[in-house]
């Protein structure tokens, strides 16, 4: 998993945790710690990819797109 600003090449965090919650149907859940959630700025827009990686070695990017993240409104 990546997620980068728009823009950048840098990943924005480095250890999210993807896994599958329920293989047989995809469904996955995505973890970020707050650690690495303080690291990402309100107000921008990143650029998330989930790569795969199967049991010969090859990547695919089933699924991309954006994550804007608000101010938070407390």
Known sequence: LHIRAKGSTTDA????????????????????SATDTALLSAATTYLYEIEMTDSGGA???????LLYVQEDRG
């Open 13 to 32: 965090i480095t250890a999210p945790t993807l896994s599958l919650t329920t293989p047989a149907s995809g469904i996955a859940t995505l973890t970020i």
């Open 59 to 65: 990547i695919t990017t089933p699924l991309d797109g």
